[in-house]
């Protein structure tokens, strides 16, 4: 494997392959982020805002944004969120993933005290946990959160 993470100016190309994979497993969040990215709705592009692609040589293998948390109807100014992120099957439990997460993390420090996310997938979650995100219980607009120190 030769892993590269590089931060998106615009979505490639290989963006439609990896939403087909996506949605094999049940997953519309590649299409999501293809429909939203396309629409102006969430381009990555606020203040601290941004979207990795993760490339094994010239494959695309996983995708991972930042996007800024919204609380009612304000930003919460400290805490990012993590969105849209994606890893194919066969690149899962290789490192890939925990790899992208730590870029994110690193990038998100400049702007953000904290990052929280959405999840409803029992190994999605699982992985999260083991990346020292703490599960919240009840909120309303997110189910782990993470301090960045």
């Not at 099957?89 to 994110?104: C, F, M, N, S, T």
């Given at each position: 494997m030769n892993i590269t993470i590089d931060q998106a100016e615009q979505l490639p190309a290989q963006i439609h392959e990896l939403s087909k994979q996506a949605q094999k497993e049940g997953f519309d969040l590649i299409d999501r982020l293809i429909e939203e990215y396309d629409s102006g709705k969430n381009q990555f592009n606020q203040p601290g805002e941004f979207l990795l692609f993760v490339y094994d040589d010239e494959k695309l293998i996983a995708c991972g944004g930042l996007n800024q948390q919204w609380n009612e109807n304000q930003i919460d100014s400290r805490i990012g969120r993590v969105r849209r992120f994606y890893v194919l099957?066969?690149?899962?439990?290789?490192?890939?993933?925990?790899?992208?997460?730590?870029?994110?993390e690193?990038?998100?420090?400049?702007?953000?005290?904290?990052?929280?996310?959405?999840?409803?997938?029992?190994?999605?979650?699982?992985?999260?946990?083991?990346?020292?995100y703490v599960f919240v219980e009840n909120h309303p607009n997110y189910s782990y959160f993470k301090y960045l120190l």
């Open positions: 099957p066969k690149y899962r439990k290789q490192g890939v993933g925990k790899q992208l997460l730590q870029h994110l690193k990038n998100a420090r400049p702007n953000f005290s904290a990052l929280c996310l959405s999840v409803d997938n029992k190994s999605a979650a699982h992985f999260y946990q083991k990346q020292n």
